[in-house]
T-cell receptor, first 113, second 114 residues
Framework: DAGITQSPRHKVTETGTPVTLRCHQTENHRYMYWYRQDPGHGLRLIHYSYGVKDTDKGEVSDGYSVSRSKTEDFLLTLESATSSQTSVYFC????????????FGPGTRLLVL | AQKITQTQPGMFVQEKEAVTLDCTYDTSDPSYGLFWYKQPSSGEMIFLIYQGSYDQQNATEGRYSLNFQKARKSANLVISASQLGDSAMYFCAMRERGNTPLVFGKGTRLSVIA
């Protein structure tokens, strides 16, 4: 199993509060991703990183920011959480190769009240 | 436009029977990869199988095989000899040229019946 951890695993917060989710990898992979999973939508890309301090937006990036100051850590921040951001958040990693799959972390279940 | 389409929200299969999960994709890039993931009720995403656009043969991994029909832009997952533990959500995904992020379909929920 790829060494990917996410913290926290579960979080309940209130509308308007900031929230930061952490993804940590021990594989030294270059690429890291944040997805959200919602019923009826599958997994949708929020942001991804292709190296330290190099990030790009995904399909559903509004309301989210990311940072990657070290290879092993990729942080996702909800600046002011809204109920529409209630979701399961998955981090994934991959190395540079067309056929290289993405390996996923265990997920973080976030509830915004 | 959707890049990955999974038209079967849910499917049932009898234990020990084979089942095909449909996936069609849309891309103009000649170089791409197709992936299938399994998500059991516990929530983790498990990689199952990969097919490259230039691969001459259909990919196989144990009881999983990918029926790749390039001209029809389909990449159906075939599970042979279904087991109760195969009950899960199954996601088809695609990556276009280079290490771009995967784009996922909405998934198919498979239920295996004893």
């Amino acid at each position: 199993d790829a060494g990917i951890t996410q913290s926290p695993r579960h979080k309940v917060t209130e509308t308007g509060t900031p929230v930061t989710l952490r993804c940590h990898q021990t594989e030294n992979h270059r690429y890291m991703y944040w997805y959200r999973q919602d019923p009826g939508h599958g997994l949708r890309l929020i942001h991804y990183s292709y190296g330290v301090k190099d990030t790009d937006k995904g399909e559903v990036s509004d309301g989210y920011s990311v940072s990657r100051s070290k290879t092993e850590d990729f942080l996702l921040t909800l600046e002011s959480a809204t109920s529409s951001q209630t979701s399961v958040y998955f981090c994934a990693i991959s190395e540079y190769s067309d056929e290289e799959t993405q390996y996923f972390g265990p997920g973080t279940r976030l509830l915004v009240l | 436009a959707q890049k990955i389409t999974q038209t079967q929200p849910g499917m049932f299969v009898q234990e020990k029977e084979a089942v095909t999960l449909d996936c069609t994709y849309d891309t103009s890039d000649p170089s791409y990869g197709l992936f299938w993931y399994k998500q059991p009720s516990s929530g983790e995403m498990i990689f199952l199988i990969y097919q490259g656009s230039y691969d001459q043969q259909n990919a196989t991994e144990g009881r999983y095989s990918l029926n790749f029909q390039k001209a029809r832009k389909s990449a159906n997952l075939v599970i042979s000899a279904s087991q109760l533990g195969d009950s899960a959500m199954y996601f088809c995904a695609m990556r276009e040229r280079g290490n771009t992020p995967l784009v996922f379909g909405k998934g198919t929920r498979l239920s295996v019946i004893a």
